[in-house]
């Protein structure tokens, strides 16, 4: 059984602080999804969190800090506009791309040197990082490897209590839902979106100007798992035990519903292609006044409900447009569509 902490209270933190410690993970809820941490500069401690989730050791971790500070003589600084990201986006769900320094174990970064780094902004995570005394905590998403992150302490309990995981910190319902979006800064002028997540691209790109490049690593871009640059990158991830599919199709006729169907939509302003009209199981809109941001925020919870929906044999997602937190979602369908 896994505990539900409340860290307000100061014996219930104290006791996260001694599990993460004694080198055990404890699941952290964070703005984005809930993460898995353990000190980042313990190579027991991000053992322990690749057996838990059963993840594969060449996928690294993201390093999370209370602040800039806490990051010095771990990182290397090579470029003013790493600076100018992390002053304008932290705390916040951008994940930056930095050197490392031998302070960071190769494990953490499956052997690259380049370690991923983020100041979450979630005030419980905050509270555990000062608890931790300006130590880093590595936190990957608190779901088994592929499957669906979680967004509330039940969903950690579900998917890593089986796992022996001891105790998640209570943050209530993630308030973004999706991931951080993951950059690498290639010089002043070129930067690299490696995972696209909760900070999109015309976000960055009206930060940036026009003077800096801002590439998007596309998503069907068919990396294979033993090169990939940044492995939320993988093909195959996010997904359901449902068979997901994702109809990019524009014709009714091109698709059979299956039998015992959900449609998941995402906006009630995207084309539904007709397939609305259909008989279906479930239909579930995720935002009825077309905000991505609330459809980002309740995709990876309604995922995991259809799941658990008894004799569901498909999901069928329907693209919403691909524009701002749209591109993420998109991107997270496509990828849990993969078998
Ligand atoms: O929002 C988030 O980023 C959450 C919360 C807990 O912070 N964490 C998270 O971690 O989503 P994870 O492990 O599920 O995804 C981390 C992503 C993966 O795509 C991984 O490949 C990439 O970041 N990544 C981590 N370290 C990297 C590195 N050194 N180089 C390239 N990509 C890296
Ligand atoms: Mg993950």
Same mark, same amino acid.
């Given at each position: 059984?896994?505990? #539900? !902490? ?29 993460? @898995? ?30 602040? #800039? ?5 771990? #990182?290397?600084?090579?470029? %003013? ?5 992390? *002053? ?5 769900? !951008? ?31 905050? %509270?555990?990082?000062?608890?931790? *005394? ?43 839902? @999706? ?82 169907? &959900? ?31 609330? %459809? &980002? ?5 309604? @995922? ?23 591109? %993420? ?11």
């Amino acid at each position: 059984m896994t505990v #539900i !902490l409340d860290s307000s209270d100061s014996d219930q933190l104290a006791f996260a602080v001694r599990r993460l410690r004694e080198l055990k993970p404890v699941g952290v809820p964070s703005e984005t999804v809930y993460g @898995l941490a353990g000190l980042a500069q313990s190579e027991k401690a991000l053992a322990a969190i690749f057996h838990m989730k059963n993840r594969p050791n060449f996928d690294p971790l993201i390093v999370h800090a209370s602040s #800039i500070e806490a990051l010095d003589g771990k #990182i290397i600084w090579e470029f %003013a506009l790493q600076k100018k990201l992390a *002053e304008r986006y932290w705390p916040g769900p !951008l994940t930056l791309l930095f050197r490392k320094t031998d302070e960071i174990p190769d494990l953490c970064t499956a052997g690259s040197p380049w370690v991923a780094c983020r100041i979450p902004a979630h005030p419980q995570f905050q %509270a555990l990082l000062r608890a931790l *005394e300006g130590e880093l905590l590595a936190a990957p998403s608190a779901n088994r490897f592929a499957s669906i992150s979680p967004t509330s302490s039940q969903d950690v309990c579900a998917e890593l209590g089986p796992y022996g995981l001891e105790a998640v910190i209570e943050g209530g319902v993630c308030e973004r839902g @999706l991931e951080s979006t993951v950059v690498k800064v290639h010089s002043e002028q070129g930067i690299e979106i490696l995972r696209q997540g909760a900070v999109s691209y015309e976000d960055l790109a009206g930060f940036l100007g026009s003077e800096v490049l801002l590439e998007l690593r596309s998503s069907g871009s068919g990396i294979d798992e033993t090169q990939v640059e940044s492995p939320g990158q993988l093909k195959r991830h996010y997904a359901p035990r449902t068979p997901l599919v994702f109809f990019e199709g524009t014709q009714l006729n091109e698709f059979v519903v299956p039998e015992k169907s &959900a449609l998941l939509r995402i906006c009630a302003e995207d084309d539904a292609r007709g397939l609305e009209r259909h008989s279906w199981g479930h239909t579930v809109l995720l935002s009825e006044s077309s905000e991505l941001s609330e %459809a &980002a925020s309740k995709l990876f919870r309604v @995922l995991r409900q259809l799941d658990q929906l008894e004799g569901l044999q498909h999901i069928v997602a329907l693209p919403t447009k691909e524009l701002g937190l749209g591109r %993420a979602i998109n991107d997270r369908l496509k990828r849990a569509a993969l078998y």
